[in-house]
């Protein structure tokens, strides 16, 4: 499986952005989508993941209410939808994906698929 995003840059306090990634080869192996995040000099820090089959969503405390995670099956596409950026969400946002959804669906280590990243950078 194949994870490529799209759609960062920089973007003022406040404003939205749309992130996108494309999965290609064996998605149909996929039962759980989402995106990581890592800050310069932080720790890898999951922000949201959607189960493919059922297509329920989970969230970080700390994108909840401001970012949705959605996807378009038929396109083999994910989505990150930003609003009310701050500061904070400044950092290199990950793609993600899993085969298996018994595990903890927020420990960014359970993960099999990685993309390369997009850089979201929120001025204030």
């Known amino acids: 499986v194949?994870?490529?995003?799209?759609?960062?840059?920089?973007?003022?306090?406040?404003?939205s952005l749309k992130l996108a990634c494309a999965a290609s080869g064996r998605t149909f192996d996929v039962e759980l989508m989402g995106w990581m995040r890592q800050g310069p000099g932080e720790r890898r820090e999951f922000v949201a993941a959607i189960r493919a089959a059922t297509s329920m969503t989970f969230y970080s405390?700390?994108?909840?209410?401001?970012?949705?995670?959605?996807?378009?099956?038929?396109?083999?596409?994910?989505?990150?939808q930003m609003n009310?950026?701050?500061?904070?969400?400044?950092?290199?946002?990950?793609c993600i994906g899993r085969r298996h959804t018994g595990q903890d669906e927020f420990l960014v280590n359970t993960y099999e698929y990685?993309?390369?990243?997009?850089?979201?950078?929120?001025?204030?």
């Not at 194949?2 to 306090?13: M, T």
């Not at 009310?84 to 990950?94: G, H, I, R």
């Not at 990685?114 to 204030?124: C, D, K, L, N, Y």
């Open 61 to 80: 405390d700390s994108v909840k209410g401001r970012f949705t995670i959605s996807t378009d099956g038929a396109k083999n596409m994910v989505y990150l």
């Open 114 to 124: 990685w993309g390369r990243g997009t850089q979201v950078t929120v001025s204030s």
């Open 2 to 15: 194949q994870l490529v995003e799209s759609g960062g840059g920089v973007v003022q306090a406040g404003g």
């Open 84 to 94: 009310s950026l701050a500061p904070e969400d400044t950092a290199v946002y990950y």
